[in-house]
């Protein structure tokens, strides 16, 4: 794997944790009434799931060889 699919793979790997630990924090009861509470908009703890899920595709196509 050359660097700059190295990069792009350890780049994603670290938005991997990211979203998880946003979809966990979401998923919280209280958050969610808060949130709810104080904007029009409410984040979902789905839309990161699904973020984890494409990220680890891609990282997967990264490291696969040519």
């Known amino acids: 794997m050359d660097v700059s699919k190295q990069r792009a793979a ?5 938005e991997i944790k990211t979203y998880a630990a946003l979809s966990l924090f979401l ?9 709810r509470a104080g904007q029009k908009k ?3 703890p789905s839309f ?6 494409e990220a680890k595709k ?3 196509e990264l490291r696969k060889p040519n």
Do not use: G, T
């Open 27 to 35: 998923s919280k009861k209280d958050v969610k009434e808060h949130i």
């Open 10 to 14: 350890k780049f994603l790997e670290k």
């Open 42 to 44: 409410m984040l979902s």
């Open 48 to 53: 990161y799931k699904e973020r984890v899920k």
């Open 58 to 60: 891609i990282v997967h």
